[in-house]
């Protein structure tokens, strides 16, 4: 049944002539997408248009919009703050109903005593960490940065971060969910769906957390998640930022209880030797390779320039030119930032002796200038509240991510000559944008305690030249190729190129995955929830032997 007037009509009813809309305009701004243009036909920066954006208030109206896609047999999708192209309807001959939920986006509880807050999709990481940290608490910020909706992170995506190592990934911070089905049922987990309270995320009885999300989550691909309850973590610090300096490079004063470093390392070897000690120890609390972002050749010109007030990114070219400059950039090739907390003077002056006698013990070392006090201090700022994702557009304007294999360090490491390589080759034709070279950046831990960690590549593209495209896109066909031809399996880039290409295409390289049999098992978990077929393919399945 296709969508006409009178399922318009319907949807209208349940939440408001005001709060749906099919205005071709409107609709293309939900359609316009990062990430499109590398996967879409003719380059085109627009995802597939909905037939209609519906913003519901409330879990009941989510589930009224469920059962009439049901009725219409009209796929829904859910977007709440958005980050990848694959928040939009993702094929031309679908029908889909976009489900915005930036109405709902209140924190509804925060049980201090029990360390847990509850939350609705479009509540954000900085919103939230604002109103926790008064209570001495804090909360696990992913990767994407604090704009980001922590229902999205904890329930339909990866959900880990810098500070994953001591707070935890944010999948496993998860204590129960609210979670309209792609029938239209409610279905509420934990503690909670036994009607006592956010609590416990699992049970009694066997778990359904891993139907609702699993590893990476259902990316918007079975039912809406409309309410989380999120673990919360030991704040030694203030009870509100105290920021100062100017836009961009604000600073964070450290206090005495903290330190913030960025450490070096003299060899792959020795980096991955420096986590592996870090884990043993239990030292740390902010733990994360993020000034890599930028290119080991332009970072530090990138970020010195950035904190000075009186500087503009115009100046990074003359900056690299200068010796103390180059010879921080050599420095700087291998490195990390890392912040430690402690709960007494006592404690962070042991952290301080234990994270002396690593360096001492791997070669590693303090990176002196940007221990410094301008540096340091917009590091505490960046890693504490990582409110300069924006950073990751900075170039151009375009970026993508690739690599990405999650293991231990040992494991990560075999990559990175690797990844290194093939971004340097396919940069050298010069259609990608030339910023920096290898740009390898990544979680010191994806879990709590340590173990599992990965490192991104991110390549800079310009999204208004169709030559740069084809060449991002041509990256991520080519550290497909590279990783599997050196015994790993693909990276991040797969996800993205999946978003463009067919069905046949996907379930053959599901097939070709070591484990296919989960992707079997995801089907008759599809079958049993969503018979009508209302979520899309994001939720990642293979069709039974002899079907289509």
Known sequence: MAFSKEAYRELEDIVGERHISNDPAFLDSYAFQWLAELVRPNFSHYMPRPVAVIMPACTEEVQRIIKLCNKYRVKAKPISTGWYHWAAPLKED?????????????????????????????????????EVMKLGLNINIIGAGASTSIVASACAYAGMGPSSFWMGNNSDNLLGMEWVTPEGEIIRTGSLGSGNGWFCGEGPG??????????????????????????????????????????????????????????AAPTWDAWADIYYKIYDNEIGYIFHRQYALAGADLGPALWLTYIDPEKTLNDVEEAVKRKDIQDLTEELRISFQFIMAGRSIREIELQDKILDQILKETGGWKVQRYCEKDMAEFTNTYMQRLGHKHMNFVWVGGYLGSWMQTGTPDWVKGYVPVAIKGLYRDAAGGNLVQCGGDALMGNGSSIAGGGNMGLEQFVSYDPADNASVAAGTQHMRDAIVDAVANGFPPGKEAMYLQVGESDEQIWNALRRT?????????????????PNNVGDRMYATLPSEGKP
């Open 206 to 263: 066997p778990s359904v957390r891993g139907i609702c999300r699993g590893w990476v989550g259902s990316r918007g691909g079975l039912g809406v998640y409309t309410k989380c309850a999120i673990k919360l973590a030991h704040w030694p610090g203030p009870t509100e930022y105290q920021v100062k300096g100017t836009l961009p490079g604000y600073r964070l004063p450290i206090q005495e209880n903290f330190r913030v470093y960025t450490l």
């Open 94 to 130: 679908e029908e889909t109903l976009q489900i915005d939920l930036r109405r709902m986006n209140r924190i509804l509880e925060i049980d201090e005593r029990n360390r847990y807050a509850v939350v609705e999709p479009y509540v954000i990481c900085a919103q939230l960490q604002a």
């Open 514 to 530: 070591p484990q296919p049999l989960a992707f079997h098992f995801q089907r008759k978990i599809k079958e049993a929830f969503d």
